[in-house]
């Protein structure tokens, strides 16, 4: 309940006596593990994760989290390992999770071309479970378009000023910028609320996303802002500010300026093959129709393409001065630069904690904890070179359509 809540100091201390009073039970320690590397305690969360495996050699949720920690080196890794686990496999979730500890770890011995093989093979079982659709996909994401400007007569919506969200594709940057937002004195970060796609979804009262967003033609925008915000601050209290770092609440970006028109939207946008590797090479949501694109590098392209489409619609359709958009190459190569103009849109005063958003202590209940404590740096940019021709397929399809 506690990490639900986002209070993952308080969730670590029941973890850890949970795990006082069973010690054998790997489980335990994995959430212990989990719950110290969102509070920025990466050694003590790779000791937790080693004490898994200490007790259960076969637990593979371990082995994913642990190299998300630790880089492999020639002398320190898992690759032995994980290529025995991966043969005796007991579950597809396992296979999945094994698969990409190995591509990691391969990653990091600069073996790029058999770690792409790793996450292919791991990858083609999600595939084949999820259908995916790129049909599907463009008509939710042609009924998002529609979803403002709103119909004439429409009320308005809720006037609250204190929402910032944080949108963009998955591994684009996205916390990094939360971040730097919430480094700010004056701003708290909420984490990622599904909170916008559960109120659209309850004011339709249908599962299909499309007739979801269909549906907004005729909500009650005043109602909905009120019920998000009361939601929100639920979890952060009576800050003044508040930040929301659900990535595809990009899809709803229309929705959400027509309940909470004072709110702003930062969109993150990223080189569209870092942004595809960077899907590619992470599990983002097993089980989670919005991420069933990722499975597929030819699938992420198209859809890659549909978001483009999407962000040049709200570009040119929603005030600018409630949305705008940040080049992460752009960010990390002019830091100071683009951060006073993020904070600036935001309406917040300038505070010089938001060019140090790796000193930011509050916890990162995302796959990217060690990697933004590590602060603003370039190293990620242009990783998809390293991957080799099997990347042409996908990156024919970006080029084509304008992308590159």
Sequence with gaps: MHAQCNNQARALEAFENAAKLAPKQP?????VGAAKAQLGYIEGAAEAYEQCVAIDPDYVPAYLSLVNLRKATPQSNYIERLQKLRQRAKTNRDAIQI???LGRSLEDLGRYEEALAAYTAAKRMLREEAKFSIDEERAVFDAAARTYPAPAGAKPGH????????VGMPRSGTTLIERIISAH????????????PALVARNAGTPSRQAQLEAIATFDAAAFGRAYEEYARRLIGNEPRFLDKLPFNYLYAGVILRALPNARIV???????????GNYRQILGVGMKVYDYSYDLEDTARFLILFDQLIAHWRAVLPRDRFTEVSYETLVAHQERETRRLIGFCGLSW???CLAPE???APIATISSAQVREGVNAKSVG????FGAGLEPARKILAEAGLL
């Design 99 to 101: 698969g990409h500890a």
């Design 359 to 361: 000193a930011n202590e």
């Design 27 to 31: 489980d335990y320690w994995l959430n």
């Design 383 to 386: 990783r998809w070179k390293r």
């Design 267 to 277: 969109c993150l946008r990223r080189h569209p093959m870092d942004c595809l590797v």
């Design 351 to 353: 505070n010089d904690r």
């Design 159 to 166: 006037p609250s000023e204190a929402p910032i969200f944080v």
């Design 185 to 196: 004195p004056e701003v708290a970060s909420a984490g990622e609320l599904s909170t916008i």
